[in-house]
């Protein structure tokens, strides 16, 4: 009886062991919604910025004509003054010393005051004395910075000499966003010995009452590519340490694969791409790039 029960099982679960379970289960297919970027082919200028200096090559000195006291001063340091302009007058030492008798006597002909102008237009740096102070004939009153003798110093570094014949026509760009155009008009003989640089002198072309001592940059063109291949800065990925760069370039409408690309210049906006040669028909992953797998599917999303 205990053979038959055992025999009787078998046949009962027998048919079970036969059936095979189907566990598979459908892989999900993941398709990320993109927006794309058409390849652009525009020209593309690389520049360097360089700090440039104000400073005013020439500077007139105004020396007293005669001795005597100052009488009158009018002008104050910093003063803007144009040629011809009044700036001291000085009573003479003979007129001292005749006092009232000058007037009394038709015969003394010699003026009174002797009044002293600016040769030329600038800015007043220094004044040397005040009225009432006493000067001899000769003594330094006062010092003029020449305007139109306004210049920025261009420090270029050894490495980018070479860019600078280039660049005679160049643009000094100050720290209010102003663009003032300028000619590299010279270069001063001897290097910058603590920053090691060539000094370059700058001549603008409409420089207005600019100050001495003024810190400016000045752009300088380092290369130019009339048909250089440009895509959006976020189309680019990399990796993270930012030694290699890719973008996600489309096959078809559905799938997109990974190009490993060259960068050139770069603004906040824009990227040079300078390997692979792209096709003007190539469209490539403007957003939704960002964590596709080398070949991934894709929809795309008209904007």
Known sequence: RFIICILTMM??????????TSTSEEELEVITPVTISPVIFKTVTSTVDLPAISTFMNKSIIR?????????ISITQGEYVSADQFLFSIRTREAMALGKTMGNDSSLAFKRLINIASPKEGVINSIAYQKGDFVQEGDELATISEQNSLVFILDVPFELDRFVERNRKCTVILSDSRHISGTITGKL???????????????????????????????????????AVVLPKKAILSDETQTEFWVMKLVNDSIAIKVIVSKGFENNDEVEITDPIFLPSDRIVLSGNYGLPDTARISIIKE
């Open 11 to 20: 046949i009962i679960l027998s048919p079970g062991c036969n059936q095979t």
């Open 64 to 72: 007293a004509t005669t001795t005597g006291i100052i009488e009158k």
């Open 189 to 227: 003989p001897e290097m910058n010995m603590e920053t090691q640089t060539i000094r370059y002198v700058i001549k603008p072309s409409d420089a207005g009452l600019l100050p001495g001592n003024l810190i400016a940059s000045v752009s300088l063109t380092r290369s130019t590519n009339e048909k």
